[in-house]
């Protein structure tokens, strides 16, 4: 991919001299919400041992009333993909805007190292890489498709595909565990929020207090090992939480309120903390619109954090680059990429809503 400037600044040899560089959105800390698993380089085998009961009887005799057992197992498989970002620049594609001033001079001005466009990219571009990572881990989907493709899918542009398509993300493992059947190994009790399915952006808002009922579907529907687990968290779309909030104050229960830090809100429902992501908000509105209204808007999750797995040959490679000038063909490269993949590991330690 080339990095070239957007024509809708123009520039007449001397004007600004330098840039406002937006603000960055807010995203929680990765591995506040996520296990990070390293050295995960291949297809790996995940195995899971379930219990069994049922050993006791009543005593028939000598030689009698043996009771047979199979011990259950399954499996999943870490198979993590090899991500690739590289960007390539120009030193030309640059005379035309404010970044002259800070090129280097005669035979060395295709060599950008050093300058005040590099100094840029390089704020920009690891937090456009954090960006990727929440995109690919909970939204990816080897198979997806836009609103308009066949079969119908649904991201609200085609171009966007190779940017969801790299693995199966957890939100796709959640819905394929909701489709198996209750009392199956490997089912996830989901909560349908109405207000999902409605036919307009409108019709799609929560009703008031709606989350106080997710937030409760998602407790009593849980399997009894996820409620009695100590360390259990609700995760949640900005849209739930403010709904949160809104019915907190109504009560006023704002005593009720923590502020964490700056990147999440932390609240609480019935001892359980809850932690809104809106990151999630932000990539459905973006992406998942189909101009009328958006794929499941409102989203929320009851498990523990170290059921979350994400699976990288080396965490510290999310954020490494490399930057080199390319003397044969002029161009200055940026480079980066890593290995990753991610599972939700027991099934039954999840409890949905959306």
């Known amino acids: 991919m080339s990095v070239t400037l957007n024509p809708t600044i123009t520039f007449n040899g001397k004007e600004a001299r330098e840039g406002i560089l937006e603000r960055m959105f807010n995203k929680p800390a990765f591995t506040r919400y996520h296990t990070i698993y390293s050295n995960i380089v291949a297809k790996e085998q995940i195995a899971f041992l379930q219990r069994f009961s049922k050993l006791t009887k009543l005593e028939a005799g000598c030689g009698t009333g043996m009771t ?73 989907d080897e198979d997806i498709s836009d609103y308009a493709g066949s079969p119908q899918g649904t991201l609200g542009d085609a171009t966007d595909i190779p940017y969801y398509n790299l693995i199966d993300g957890l939100w796709k493992q959640i819905f394929a565990g909701v489709a198996i059947g209750a009392g199956t190994w490997g089912h996830i009790p989901h909560y349908a929020i109405s207000e999902n399915s409605g036919g307009t952006y409108t019709l799609q808002e929560l009703a008031a207090a709606k989350s106080l009922t997710i937030f409760k579907q998602l407790l009593y529907q849980a399997d009894d090992r ?113 290995k990753v993949d991610a599972k939700i590991l027991e099934n039954y330690m999840f409890s949905v809503a959306y």
């Not at 404010?98 to 390089?122: A, C, H, P, W």
């Not at 459905?284 to 499941?296: A, E, K, P, R």
Request: aromatic share 16%; hydrophobic share 40%; glycine share 6%.
């Open 68 to 140: 047979s057992k199979e011990i259950p197992m399954h499996e999943k498989f870490w198979e993590p993909v090899n991500t690739k970002i590289w960007l390539q620049l120009c030193w030309r594609d640059f005379i035309a805007s404010f970044f002259v001033y800070g090129q280097k001079k005669g035979i060395d001005r295709n060599d950008l190292s050093g300058t005040d466009l590099m100094e840029y990219l390089m704020e920009v571009i690891p937090d456009a890489g954090l960006d990727d990572l929440w995109r690919i881990v909970w939204f990816g």
């Open 226 to 338: 996820l409620r009695d687990a100590s360390n259990k968290v609700i995760l949640c779309t900005r849209s739930i939480m403010d709904n949160w909030n809104e019915y907190k104050e109504s009560k006023t229960l704002e005593s009720s309120f923590k502020r964490e830090d700056t990147y999440f809100t932390e609240g609480v429902f019935r001892g359980i903390p809850i932690y809104e992501v809106p990151v999630w908000d932000r990539l459905i509105q973006t992406d998942f619109d189909n101009g009328t209204t958006l794929y499941l808007p409102h989203r929320a999750i009851m498990t523990t954090v170290d059921q979350i797995a994400v699976g990288f040959d080396g965490f510290d490679k999310v954020d490494a680059f490399k930057a080199y000038l390319d003397d044969t063909t002029e161009l200055y490269n940026i480079k980066g990429g890593y």
